[in-house]
């Protein structure tokens, strides 16, 4: 038995108490029946029912498209239309509101069953991916690493606001763009052109770390130093549809690392107060000195002279055999790491592994960023070993990463456009770059939406302070839904249904507004009303025409009679039985 409370809007009672029998044998809770389009607003709003089925044709001012798209600037919830007619003018005017289904009269008790609960089941789908779209939202905007994302040709197609900052660039005059010319990376000290992670994570299909000392050139010439990786974006089937590069400015921490090698006063007090694990080895990977990080609950004097592995509880160095000892042990990524910089003098920035740890007993697999630098140390030279434990940060940068491709997915299939902001648009998407025709025009997002009106309305009100009315009506916490004329970037007027609602961001009250264009909607209710007009002038002609015909027999019959002929024509009653009965034609 379903849970699900249903809303039946028909004006007629026999076919209404009809599919209130059929849902109830169907195991669903009797149903709300309501008979017109006035009241099905009304009572939508106050019964919140969890699907409605809306016969479109009712009797009263509304019918059940126009008391559809009233309910749907109330509420959120599926709407079925019933129809005794397939005609092709009520499903595209029907089609404007977005139906989750359109089923013709009669329905069979069956088909009517299935496709409630897919309707059910799609919008509670749709639900889903609105809170998964505001949660992804609300972590892009709060993450501190900078994120682009692109195509398979290296085309940007995504930027958080911390990219934008770092790069100089917008996300819309970036989009489009190549990466190489947004993300322009060279050699700190000479200033070569370094390799782009993104490019070839595309073409390996796998993790790739920034180069050492590298510095992103920003859009207005000046120089940051960065670091972090780029990943392939990979669907189920693991075809690569583009790359994400995650990154940040490092250029404080690069002068903190410098000033580690001059000063050994800055070097000991930034070791021991460095928020990631340090250690000081040797080739043998012996551990000389550790940082506090690495304490933990352990004695200074249990843990220096021991290996590499046992200060991080390698799952090999917790075995009877100990830190290389066991049969893995040539294999360590860790060891092969800092080895290879004994043998090449090249330190490793920001190299990330994955290990098996062991706490309490308990196996833990972790991913660890690990930099290596050999430092000259007399006879002996040592590694000072840097880790940071990025298992979370992976994770959630993985999650990132595909949700970033149904996110973009959504956001670009949108019909109507979508602007976000408060005095001025601070995001939209593309429909919205279309709809004010500013592709090339200056950014949207220096523009306010009394930018984008004529400065009066076609009911006379100043644009300026209706919309400031609206907007502050919205930010009280009532969403607002109205027509508006806007003007696009040539002039050119238009038409549009707004619906405007309040959201939260970092505790700071926001507008989210939603536009859909009716000028063509309206054109067309315009010339609905004027071809209506005409077919009743035009049958108001016949049925005069029609009239005088009889009038004129009738006469002739009289004068026939008066001269003691036989009538011509039939009686008057046989001919106006006869007559071509005109009627107005129903238009729906």
């Given at each position: ?23 109830q ?21 106050e019964?919140?029912?969890?699907l ?9 001012e509304?019918d ?18 019933l ?32 496709t ?43 930027m ?7 790069t ?18 060279v ?53 690569i549809?583009g790359a ?5 400015d490092?250029?404080e ?18 070791f021991n ?5 340090m250690?000081?080895?040797d ?9 506090k ?10 843990i ?23 049969p893995d042990?040539p ?17 490793i ?8 740890t062991?706490n ?21 030279d040592?590694?000072?070993i840097?880790?940071n ?8 940068k ?47 997002s220096?523009?306010?939406v ?29 969403p ?28 700071q009250?926001?507008?989210l ?9 309206k ?19 016949m ?19 008066h001269?003691?002929q036989?009538?011509i ?9 006869k ?10």
């Amino acid at each position: 038995m379903s849970n699900n409370q249903i809303m039946i809007v028909e004006d007629d009672i026999i076919s209404a108490e009809g599919l209130k029998a059929k849902l109830q044998d169907m195991g669903y809770p009797e149903p709300y029946v309501i008979h017109s389009g006035e009241d099905a607003v009304k009572m939508a709003v106050e019964l919140q029912p969890d699907l409605i089925l809306m016969d479109i044709k009712l009797f009263g001012e509304l019918d059940g498209i126009d008391a559809a798209q009233k309910i749907q600037h109330s509420i959120d919830k599926p709407i079925i239309y019933l129809t005794s007619y397939s005609d092709e003018a009520i499903m595209q005017r029907a089609k404007i509101t977005a139906p989750f289904s359109y089923m013709v009269k009669p329905v069979r008790e069956r088909e009517l069953h299935i496709t409630i609960e897919m309707a059910l089941y799609r919008h509670k789908m749709e639900q889903q991916l609105k809170m998964r779209e505001k949660w992804l939202d609300t972590v892009l905007k709060s993450i501190g690493d900078a994120v682009i994302a692109t195509d398979t040709q290296a085309r940007i197609t995504f930027m958080n606001n911390v990219a934008e900052v770092l790069t100089g660039w917008s996300i819309q005059d970036a989009s489009g763009r190549n990466l190489v010319e947004i993300f322009n990376i060279v050699n700190n000290s000479t200033g070569a052109p370094a390799e782009n992670p993104a490019i070839r994570a595309l073409k390996e299909g796998r993790i790739v770390g920034l180069a050492n000392n590298t510095a992103l050139i920003r859009r207005d010439g000046s120089r940051i130093i960065i670091d972090d990786s780029a990943s392939p974006i990979q669907d189920d089937k693991g075809i690569i549809k583009g790359a994400v590069l995650i990154f940040r400015d490092v250029t404080e921490q690069k002068k903190s690392q410098i000033q580690i090698e001059e000063t050994a006063v800055e070097l000991d007090t930034i070791f021991n107060n460095a928020p990631a694990l340090m250690m000081l080895i040797d080739r043998k990977g012996t551990v000389y000195r550790v940082n506090k990080y690495a304490m933990e609950d352990r004695d200074i004097d249990y843990i220096i002279g021991q290996q590499a592995g046992d200060i991080i509880k390698c799952v090999n160095a917790m075995s009877i055999a100990g830190c290389g000892n066991g049969p893995d042990c040539p294999y360590c990524p860790l060891r092969n790491m800092f080895i290879n910089s004994f043998d090449t003098g090249i330190p490793i920035k920001n190299a990330e592994i994955v290990m098996s740890t062991v706490n309490e007993n308990i196996k833990y697999p972790k991913t660890l960023l690990v930099s290596c630098k050999i430092l000259p140390m007399g006879a002996k030279d040592k590694a000072l070993i840097t880790i940071n434990d990025i298992t979370d940060k992976k994770q959630l940068k993985q999650a990132l990463e595909e949700s970033e491709k149904k996110y973009a997915s959504i956001i670009e299939m949108a019909g109507e456009a979508i602007i976000f902001g408060k005095d001025r648009l601070t995001e939209y998407n593309r429909k919205a770059v279309e709809m004010f025709g500013l592709t090339d025009s200056p950014k949207l997002s220096e523009t306010s939406v009394f930018m984008l009106s004529p400065e009066q309305q076609p009911d006379g009100d100043e644009s300026y302070k209706k919309y400031t009315h609206l907007t502050e009506e919205t930010l009280k916490g009532e969403p607002q839904y109205f027509e508006w004329q806007f003007k696009k970037a040539d002039g050119t007027l238009f038409d549009a249904e707004v619906a405007l609602s309040k959201v939260e961001v970092d505790n700071q009250p926001m507008i989210l507004s939603i536009i859909r264009d009716i000028t063509e909607r309206k054109r067309a209710e315009g010339e609905l009303r004027n071809r209506t007009e005409e077919l009743e002038i035009f049958n108001k002609v016949m049925v005069d025409r029609e009239m005088r015909i009889i009038e004129l027999k009738e006469e002739v019959n009289i004068l026939c009679r008066h001269l003691g002929q036989k009538p011509i024509y039939d009686p008057v009653w046989q001919s106006e039985s006869k007559m071509r009965k005109i009627t107005y034609p129903e238009i729906y």
